[in-house]
């Protein structure tokens, strides 16, 4: 029983670093750390087709990563796609006149939404709740491949 | 029968007791009596089964017939927690000592009063280092039992017995592979507890001149039976073969040298 | 022929006895844990030796394991062009799968094989049946505090072995692979999710703990008290630990993930 303190000691230190492993997989490697980003902003845009977008896909500008998506949903009088993104704080200097699209990673990658500052005609900038006007909705490999084809066959 | 003591409330009672482990019979219906506060030896060849008797008065092993009673309870017949409180009266000596090797001398003594009772750790240290003076080892309490000789372990083993102030205590061939000191120590230690505890002792031997110089009483066994009972004075003067091959140690007599086997000459030639 | 159904027989047999015997074993050691739990300071003892001496081969195994995932999903998915997805990749693999099994089949050649050895000597040097003759019970006392500790440890092992993995992919793939940091944990995250994928990683290991504990703490009450029997128990621990714990994986699986 001499070396029970030590003992007591790296025992806690085992079971504390089990969970703080438990927490780093939660808020690191899982979806559960996108739900408490602390501080950002929402931004709204309309889609025709969000195409496989998702919850959680990433925003960004000039490829650099600004925010996540966090809904889609249905807008049911146009059935249109009504995508929410959060975008970190700091980026809060986005002209009010940008565009967003849908663009996809590679050609299986994921999709992602890219925002395209825009030249900034009002000096106003995109605040909580802003809605983005200028949209390019996704593009659907299906649908390009069938107007391909559908040319082609046109074509001869 | 008839010099059997007189049944004056003995503290172990057995009755026709039967055992047997696979198709080998290990006792076949003895009877005998132990009488509180005196030290009685139950001796016999190795392999009879010695052990195997403290087992099935401590209820670790149930018999296949008759019954023993401990302090007037049957021991096969109590719930568990009536066994346990039993046990808790009756100290066993196993012959390696069955430290538990993860504690040091005190922690092991200490070990049934950590156990049994709430007593606060200033009194435990007390009681315990009480009982490694009894058995002389007060200043061997922090040594790990690995370090101990196989007589400290013993005399450890033995002070972790009387840690409860049990009314009973079985050795299970408490003097096998000691040197004659450590052996000493141990016959004077058995013999004074006894007296001075107020003790029953039990002990299962098979080495004759240091059991008989404490011993009571002494039941013989050979071959699942009673062969023979008494006082040492009385076994040494009785006309038994059996009790004088085992009490003097010859190689041959009722107790055959040879295992049984088939015939020499038969077995040499057959190939 | 005869002769091979009575040998038949003969193993059905002593498996249904053995399984009969284990399944008492539990039902008394779970019945210990009310026993045990007042008495936190043999749980602890347990906890460091079975929880704290395997954390360096987990979290060794877990690094390299994590590391090879890296390199290798590297190669094949860049074929592809999707080395975006290593992160997914790796943390998918080492969570559901690779963290709870190998930290399972670690733990048992660790901890469990320890555990069979220590309480077959225990039984061995008779101390085991002196605890009894001493009116302690000695699946109460031994043998339910380190079923415990096995059971709270496991989980804590495969949580740690995933997250170092993750370290490990991440620095191989990000750090000397070149694959893109952002895309490396935002791929990852927005695909591992934390009820589908790591709680059910979780409960795995827990089921595993579960299973190795008992395994390893019942052969060695069950062994032959010889120094070849513990060997053997020893053994027989690892075995049937791995077969148990790749067999109930597949079962786990398929309830969890696969729908069947």
Do not use: C
């Amino acid at each position: 029983m001499h070396n029970s303190k030590t003992q007591d000691t790296f025992v806690g230190l085992f079971v504390a670093s089990g969970i703080a492993a438990l927490f780093y997989m939660a808020m690191q490697v899982s979806n559960l750390g996108s739900y408490t980003s602390g501080d950002s902003y929402t931004i709204i845009a309309q889609f025709q087709n969000s195409g496989g977008l998702k919850v959680k896909s990433p925003v960004s500008v000039a490829g650099v990563r600004i925010g996540r998506v966090s809904s889609i949903r249905l807008d049911k009088e146009s059935h249109e796609s009504i995508v929410e993104m959060q975008i970190d704080s700091q980026y809060n200097n986005l002209p009010d006149d940008s565009g967003a699209s849908i663009y996809t990673a590679g050609l299986l990658g994921e999709q992602y939404i890219s925002i395209d500052p825009g030249p900034g005609i009002s000096g106003e900038f995109l605040k909580d709740n802003s809605k983005i006007d200028n949209v390019s909705s996704a593009i659907i490999l299906e649908e390009m491949i069938g107007k391909f084809l559908m040319n082609k066959a046109e074509g001869k | 029968m008839a010099n059997r003591p007189s049944p004056d409330k003995p503290i172990v009672k057995v009755h026709n007791l039967s055992f047997s482990r696979g198709s080998r019979k290990i006792f076949d219906g003895i009877d005998l009596e132990i009488q509180r506060g005196k030290i009685t030896a139950i001796m016999g060849p190795s392999g009879t089964g010695k052990t195997t008797l403290l087992k099935l008065i401590g209820g670790q092993l149930m018999p296949d017939h008759g019954s023993i009673h401990v302090d007037g309870q049957n021991v096969h017949r109590l719930k568990s927690q009536e066994l346990f409180n039993l046990r808790k009266r009756m100290g066993m000596l196993f012959q390696s000592g069955a430290l538990l090797t993860d504690m040091d001398v005190f922690d092991n003594v200490a070990f049934p009063l950590r156990e049994h009772t709430r007593l606060p750790e200033s009194m435990i240290r007390t009681l315990v280092l009480m009982k490694l003076h009894a058995v002389g080892l007060r200043g061997a309490r922090k040594l790990m039992p690995n370090e101990l000789s196989g007589g400290m372990a013993r005399r450890v083993a033995l002070a972790r017995a009387i840690a409860l102030d049990p009314m009973m205590i079985m050795y299970d061939e408490p003097f096998t592979g000691q040197d004659p000191i450590s052996m000493g120590a141990l016959v004077h230690l058995i013999k004074s507890l006894n007296t001075a505890l107020g003790l029953t002792s039990v002990i299962v031997s098979h080495d004759v001149q240091e059991t008989a110089a404490i011993a009571d009483y002494i039941y013989v066994l050979a071959e699942g039976k009673i062969v023979g009972h008494g006082t040492p004075q009385q076994l040494a003067d009785s006309d038994s073969q059996w009790v004088q091959q085992f009490m003097n140690g010859n190689a041959d007599g009722p107790v055959p040298f040879h295992y049984p086997a088939p015939d020499y000459l038969d077995d040499l030639l057959a190939s | 022929m005869f002769e091979f159904l009575e040998n038949l027989g003969k193993t059905t047999r002593s498996s249904f006895a053995k399984l009969g015997r284990s399944t008492f074993f539990l039902g008394h050691t779970l019945m210990g844990i009310g026993d045990v739990l007042p008495r936190p300071s043999l749980l602890t003892k347990q906890l460091y030796s079975v929880g704290v001496l395997s954390f360096l081969i987990i979290t060794i195994s877990g690094l390299f394991v994590g590391m090879v995932l890296g390199l290798q999903g590297f190669y094949t998915l860049s074929d592809f062009g999707a080395e975006e997805s290593l992160g997914v990749m790796v943390a998918a693999s080492l969570v559901r799968e690779l963290g709870p099994v190998v930290s399972a089949l670690l733990f048992a050649g660790r901890a469990g094989s320890a555990l069979t050895a220590e309480i077959g000597l225990m039984k061995a040097t008779e101390q085991l049946s002196g605890m009894e003759m001493m009116a302690v019970d000695p699946i109460k006392r031994i043998i339910t505090p380190r079923f415990l500790a096995g059971f709270i440890s496991t989980p804590l092992l495969a949580t740690l072995f995933s997250a170092i993995g993750v370290v490990g992919g991440h620095m191989v793939g990000v750090g000397l692979l070149g694959v893109d940091d952002g895309a490396f944990w935002a791929q990852m995250q927005s695909s591992i999710d934390f009820q589908e994928d790591i709680i059910n990683g979780v409960i795995k290991s827990i089921v595993f703990g579960f299973v190795v504990s008992w395994i390893a703490l019942f052969e060695g009450y069950d062994t032959i008290p010889t120094a070849e029997g513990v060997s053997r128990a020893t053994t027989r621990t690892v075995v049937n630990s791995a077969f148990s714990v790749l067999g109930l994986d597949f079962i786990l699986t398929a309830l969890m993930f696969g729908d069947i």
